[in-house]
């Protein structure tokens, strides 16, 4: 059963911005993250986000050039990603938990989306 929906992926170069959307109901879910696997590499969590508070986290690898949002009046959350490089290639997944701790580790969330491919071209 899908829950979660991805979009806005897609083909940039170097340096380049997209963002991603997921339809994550906000009543719903209490944490979103986008989680992303490069090909041959483990799932890395990127950035999350609290649906009711707005609170935020970022990986190291991500602090910095992307933004992780949620939208008050829609079931959206949003990734801005800016100054993208080779290596965040990879597919970006929507995940998301109904209560408790949310931090980036993909084990921490049990709802999932199908991904959207990010490839960057240097």
């Known amino acids: 059963q899908v829950q979660l929906v991805e979009s806005g992926g897609g083909s940039v170069q170097a340096g380049g911005a997209l963002r991603l959307s997921c339809a994550a109901p906000?009543?719903?879910?209490?944490?979103v993250a986008w989680v992303r696997q490069a090909p041959g590499k483990e799932r890395e969590g990127g950035a999350r986000?609290?649906?009711?508070?707005?609170?935020?986290r970022y990986a190291d690898s991500v602090q910095g050039r992307v933004t992780i949002s949620r939208a008050n009046a829609t079931a959206a959350v949003y990734l801005q990603m800016n100054s993208l490089k080779a290596e965040d290639t990879a597919m970006y997944y929507c995940?998301?938990?109904?209560?408790?701790?949310?931090?980036?580790?993909?084990?921490?969330?049990?709802?999932w989306g199908q991904g959207t491919q990010v490839t960057v071209s240097s």
């Open positions: 986000v609290y649906t009711g508070s707005g609170n935020t």
């Open positions: 995940a998301a938990r109904k209560s408790g701790y949310c931090g980036l580790a993909p084990p921490d969330y049990n709802y």
């Open positions: 906000r009543y719903t879910y209490s944490c």
